[in-house]
């Protein structure tokens, strides 16, 4: 995607025993919420029919699995075989987006290459033969989380350099989620995850105009700082744009 991915990546701190996240910047993790919010929005608006159209083997059934997990306030109740559906689709996207590169990357990954055998155990307990409703679910959820990491990195770079290592980081991520998608479905991940982030980008970009447009109306000079922070997080989807759709 760019030369970005060729820097290093941010090595995540170490706490009892356990991998966690580096912490972002305070201003950054004020507003990050509402960003994916509208993410999250956005994705579950487009998803099926971006599926369909790229996609009519996908299992409709299978993607409005995930997208019941992902809306709130959703009044039919969850079977358990949604809840262990949306487990193995967290763990893979875990995995996925696991630092390789940290010293305890390896146990990390056994560790949870075991927690997804057992859940797809149990999976194929309640469903057999559910090996395509499996790739379908997981495959939905990396798509979804790549979406998301490419508007929170467009976020990223309206406080940061191309370069730093937070940013860079997060576009390891998104490659790694690439390589993912490319193993579950060889022959055409483009056409699986394109569409469908090209359309969720698409949601986030009208949000961002719609927003600066309503600021217009009401501008002070204290608006100045939200003004630029949106025009550059609007400069960097674009670009992102662009990539998902040559």
Do not use: C
Not at 112 to 120: S, W
């Amino acid at each position: 995607m760019s030369k970005k991915f060729n820097m290093l990546v941010r090595r995540p701190k170490k706490k009892s025993g356990k991998l966690v996240r580096n912490e972002r910047p305070q201003q950054y993790m004020q507003i990050k919420a509402a960003i994916i919010a509208v993410a999250v929005t956005g994705m579950t608006a487009v998803t099926v029919p971006a599926f369909a159209l790229v996609q009519p083997a996908f299992a409709r059934e299978a993607i409005m699995l995930v997208q019941r997990s992902l809306q709130n306030g959703n009044s039919k109740p969850e079977t358990k075989l949604d809840v262990l559906l949306r487990e193995l689709a967290n763990l893979e996207v875990e995995k996925a987006t696991l630092d390789v590169k940290h010293s305890n990357s390896n146990q990390t990954t056994q560790e949870i290459d075991g927690e997804i055998e057992a859940v797809r155990n149990r999976i194929n307990e309640i469903q057999p033969k559910s090996s395509a409703v499996i790739s379908n679910v997981v495959t939905e959820a990396l798509v979804s989380k790549i979406a998301a990491l490419e508007i929170e990195n467009s976020l990223l770079e309206a406080y940061h350099t191309p370069y730093a290592e937070v940013v860079v980081s997060t576009e390891n991520q998104i490659r790694r989620l690439w390589r993912r998608v490319a193993s579950i479905s060889p022959q055409n991940p483009k056409d699986v995850i394109n569409p469908v982030v090209s359309a969720i980008l698409d949601t986030e970009i009208a949000t961002l105009k719609a927003r600066r447009a309503s600021l217009a109306t009401r501008y002070t000079p204290d608006d100045i700082g939200e003004f630029l922070t949106i025009d550059l997080q609007l400069s960097s989807l674009a670009q992102r744009q662009a990539f998902y759709n040559s």
